[in-house]
């Protein structure tokens, strides 16, 4: 695993709890079941209490009665994931988190309204479009793996000069597709510019994506295409731990 | 202004009126008239159902809690206790379909955190009339989003319910929603708690305004009539975010033992959540309205004591706590205010606005001593005309084939898929089976227990019997629990009726209650709570009568809960149960035939009992690959749904040798499809023979088609077309 990186502890996950988080405490219990340390972070402190890696959850933070993660980019412990972020720190966000970093401008586009204009919550396969991001490292490009989606506002967008630099620079990370990996829009749950499920920075080590591996690491209650991806995030996690 | 009388405005007659008198000893003010007409509404007060509602069978090895307090509770063994109920928002619905619905699942959130338990899910039985008709289409539309729009947005997923589509059912839709939590079971905050005297009421969660005042009284008791419209002030508007953070500051203060005692604000709003609290304590109360948190400064004190604005809980406080249930409201940015006290004495609610007392009324004579009425009851005029004329003797031209088509298309049968994608099934990590099975099955943290979650209502067989109708539904409820593997345990039921000031509305009712009591008995499944919601009606046509039961039920080891689904080639398909000449009342009349006529199918408690043993029985030792329980549009349907779901086929042939059609289709009770390895088959018949099950041989899984011998066949991916594209394609998309 990552040039066989030693350390004594399994590596920290930290999971911002914001008001309106609703997915943390799933989020803190994948990172359990694939043997990570969950570490829960809360929205109001300066403090990421030594995580080696950030995932913002999904939910409504605040209700998001403006736009969806609009305010939480200003909470306090935000300062700190962007710095975290800005050191190279892996930072995931998760749909409602996903929002948040577009907000916050440590990912391009944005998420709108779903195209059929309800909320959707189902499975879907994505395609993994590079390895480069936390949550791909030890993905081969081109897997499918089989996660659930549920979101009203989880249409990605860009302006068509943002989306060419987003593909030309190979950030997207997750396209929605068919079971045998064929983006198409009868696989696309929302209506997402060609078919993006999730994008990374330019630096790639932030990841943001509109599919909730936390709710599908296992087997008990689905599918497991979201083990993979918390293997990725725990080895790059336990690198920097090291 | 209309000239009449204040009491009569407010809904209280001149008889309760005389009896306020008697209590009071004196004229009461105009507060304390809307205190008891709220207190005293039929929502609150039970006062037609309360007779009826004291034969249901309400105890039981494993209730904990029973009716009578925000919600039942069971014990799961292990230290841990399931916490449920289920209410109606029917009316607000009619008026405004996306708050009346997003508002009904935040009032039953809370009756659950009162009990000191975690929200872990909702299920979401509705009725409306045919989707042919435009309002009906924008009310599904609303009611849908709204509870999603809610739910989602409070982390509790929603993993079941049922719909159905009737025409009486178009002025007003029935909109119920359940709610499931969890708690250790010595942590439950019952009625039976030490409160003591002198301790703080404290209101915490939103401000107050000025929304669904009159909610109770204006229009939960009163018919829908035209200007709907004009009593959307009366509906109360949904913040669902506020209510995430009082689930979380709630069970909070719970952990922590900072309470002695917490009651949401409903119905009926600060005077229900005052009074009862002061009435289970045996004592008084003292409220300053002044100390009230509010939306609006220039709200009269009748205002602020029967204001239904939503997520605000009561929570009551030793004075030495009070710092500490400051500090963790705070932390959750939720106002909290000691608005009172409970108070030794005499038990009188005393209620002041500044220097001025505005009410005083004895609390118990709010919350324990309304009226109770014992309403006249007539069997409707056509109920024997109904029954004569049964369908299951009709001259049938229609093919089987497009017959069976037409089932899967009618929008009581097809996939809900259009539904339930709306809703967060998945959140907090526990949903085993989703939406779109039998029952749902919501496993419990830590443990391999899980939960099996139903609702059920049988509209076309309690229409035409409503004893039968209701006995029926406790028998679904249970058989779909039954199918995943799981005990059946208790029950809450929300009976959702028309006027019962009629006597014919009352006789149904009775007739419900008397069927939910003899099944519950049968199953040993108590009846932990539940809500009566009359006045379902608009103009002098009610709503069918629709008792709503949901059952909970427990399974010790999930891994071994069974699916619908076929799981591959090579398995045989079992009827369990027999299949009678029953097309009364049943799906196949409806559409087929398009008449709801005739008696519906019989129903043998000790036979269905024994189909639940046998169920659950052969769940333990692994022996189904799948199982299917067997209701609207009978064998046809379910074994169509067992295919559409494992994506697999069937050949299959039918026992007896009635009519084709009667054999397909005929809705005969306690029945499942199953189906096993063929090397378990012996074991099966054995098991079947030992606990007094009739069994047949339907025949075997397999291949792209499904293949009733004999009469027609199909691909399963055509059928699914039709199952699934049903609703979306009615909807417009």
């Known amino acids: 695993m990552n040039g066989g990186a030693v350390t004594d502890r399994p590596p920290r996950v930290g999971v911002v709890t914001f008001p309106g988080s609703l997915d943390d405490r799933d989020a803190l219990r994948a990172v359990r079941f694939m043997g990570g340390e969950g570490v829960p972070l809360w929205h109001a402190e300066r403090d990421l209490r030594g995580a080696d890696a950030v995932i ?50 440590l990912l391009p586009g944005a998420l709108i309204r779903n195209r059929q204009l309800r909320f959707v919550c189902r499975w879907v396969d994505v395609r993994v479009e590079t390895s480069a991001s936390p949550l791909t490292g030890e993905i081969v490009a081109g897997d499918v793996l089989r996660v659930p989606v549920k979101h009203g506002e989880g249409q990605f967008v860009a302006s068509a000069a943002e989306l060419e630099r987003i593909e030309a620079e190979r950030l997207v990370v997750f396209r929605y597709c068919r079971p045998d990996g064929s983006p198409a829009d009868d696989a696309n749950p929302n209506g997402a510019s060609n078919h993006i499920a999730g994008i990374r920075n330019d630096a790639g080590n932030v990841v943001g994506l509109m599919p909730h591996p936390e709710h599908a690491v296992d087997p008990d209650v689905g599918a497991t295409g979201g083990q993979p991806m918390f293997a990725s995030l725990l080895s790059i996690a336990l690198a920097r731990a090291a | ?43 609150c007060s039970y006062k037609s159902s309360k007779l ?17 307090q925000d919600a039942g ?3 799961l063994g292990d230290g841990l206790a399931a916490v449920f109920k289920i209410e109606s928002h029917s009316h607000p619905s009619a008026v405004e379909p996306y708050q009346g619905a997003a508002t009904g699942v935040g009032g039953i959130v809370r009756d659950i955190i009162s009990m000191g338990a975690r929200p872990i899910a909702l299920l979401d039985p509705l009725r409306f009339g045919p989707l042919s008709d435009e309002r009906n289409r924008w009310l599904l539309g609303g009611v849908v989003a709204g509870i999603g729009g809610y739910g989602n947005c409070i982390g509790v997923p929603t993993v079941g319910g049922e719909i159905g589509f009737a025409e009486p059912h178009s002025a007003n839709p029935t909109v119920n929603v359940m709610c499931v939590g969890l708690a250790p079971a010595e942590r439950l905050v019952t009625a039976g708690r030490e409160v003591h005297a002198g301790s703080l009421l404290v209101l915490f969660g939103a401000a107050t305004g000025r929304d669904g005042i009159g909610g109770v009284s204006v229009l939960a008791s009163r018919t829908l009539e035209e200007g709907l419209e004009e009593q959307r002030p009366s509906v109360q508007i949904g913040d669902p975010f506020a209510e995430k953070l009082l689930i979380e500051a709630s069970l909070e203060l719970v952990e922590r033992g900072l309470l002695e005692g917490l009651q949401d604000l409903g119905g009926a709003g600060l005077t229900c959540a005052v009074s009862e609290s002061a009435s289970r304590a045996g004592m008084g109360a003292f409220v300053q309205l002044k100390d009230v948190p509010l939306r609006e400064p220039d709200l009269e004190p009748f205002e602020i004591l029967t204001s239904e604005s939503q997520e605000r809980m009561l929570a009551i406080v030793a004075r030495e706590r009070l710092d500490d249930v400051h500090e ?12 009172g006290a409970l108070t030794e004495g005499d038990g009188t609610l005393r209620v002041a606005f500044g220097d001025e007392t505005v009410a005083s009324v004895p609390a118990r004579s709010l919350a324990d001593e309304g009226p109770v009425y014992t309403r006249p009851m007539t069997p409707p005029d056509d109920a024997v005309d109904a029954l004569a004329d049964d369908p299951t003797f009709a001259t049938v031209t229609t093919p089987v084939d497009e017959a069976f088509v037409a089932l899967l298309r009618s929008p009581n049968v097809a996939s809900k898929r259009w539904v339930w994608e709306q809703y967060d099934s998945i959140v907090q990590g526990g949903t085993v089976v989703a939406p779109g099975s039998d029952a749902a099955l919501v496993r419990i943290e830590g443990t391999l227990k899980a939960l099996a979650l139903s609702t059920d209502g049988k509209g076309r067989f309690g229409a035409l019997d409503p004893y039968l109708g209701a006995a029926h539904a406790v028998a679904e409820a249970a058989r779909n629990v039954a199918s995943t593997g799981a005990t059946p345990l208790a029950i809450t039921n929300c009976l959702n009726f028309g006027n019962p000031e009629r006597p014919e509305v009352m006789w149904q009712f009775a007739q419900s209650v008397r069927g939910i ?3 519950c008995r049968a199953f040993e499944t108590p009846v932990t709570g539940g809500n009566v919601s009359f006045y379902n009606e608009a103009g002098s046509s009610a709503i069918w009568p629709t008792p709503v039961i949901g059952m909970l039920g427990l399974i010790e080891d999930y ?3 069974v699916r619908g689904a076929f799981g591959g080639s090579g398995s045989w398909i079992y009827l369990l149960g027999e299949t009678f000449a029953e097309l009364g009342g049943s799906e196949f009349a409806e559409t087929v035939l398009g008449t709801v006529a005739g008696r519906p199918p019989a129903l043998d408690l000790d036979r269905e009992q024994r189909l639940h043993a046998l169920l659950i029985e052969g769940a333990g030792s692994d022996l189904f690959r799948s199982a299917h329980d067997c209701a609207e549009g009978g064998i046809a349907v379910a074994l169509a749904e067992s295919a559409i779901a494992g994506g697999s086929g069937f050949a299959a042939s039918l026992p007896g040798d009635v ?7 005929s809705e005969s009770a306690s029945r499942a499809v199953i189906s096993v390895v063929p090397e378990r088959a012996t074991e099966l018949e054995d098991t079947a023979e030992a606990m007094h099950v009739p069994f047949f041989r339907l025949g075997e899984t397999g291949g792209p088609r499904i293949v009733f011998d004999g009469l027609f066949e199909m691909d399963v991916a055509e059928i699914a077309a039709h199952y699934e594209g049903a609703i979306p394609e009615l909807l417009g998309g």
Do not use: K
Not at chain 2, 328 to 339: E, K, T
């Open chain 1, 56 to 105: 913002l959850p999904g939910g409504f933070s605040y209700g998001d009665y403006l736009r969806c993660g609009a305010i939480a980019r200003f909470a306090p412990i935000m300062d700190e994931v962007r710095a975290f972020a800005e050191a190279g720190g892996p930072v995931v966000g998760i749909c409602n988190g996903f929002q948040i970093l577009c907000e916050a401008g």
């Open chain 2, 1 to 43: 202004m209309s000239s009449e009388p204040l009491h009569l405005r407010l809904g209280l007659t001149d008889d309760e009126l005389e009896d306020i008198r008697s209590t009071l000893g004196r004229d009461p003010n105009a507060n304390e008239l809307a205190m008891y007409a709220a207190m005293w509404s039929e929502h």
């Open chain 2, 52 to 68: 009826h509602l004291r034969t249901l069978p309400t105890e039981g090895p494993s209730v904990l809690v029973g009716p009578g």
């Open chain 2, 73 to 75: 509770a069971v014990d």
């Open chain 2, 328 to 339: 963790v409201c705070s932390r959750w940015g939720l106002p909290a205010s000691a608005i």
């Open chain 2, 517 to 519: 009591a003899d099944a």
């Open chain 2, 559 to 561: 891994r071994l809960a």
């Open chain 2, 659 to 665: 009519p084709a059609h009667v054999g397909l289709f």
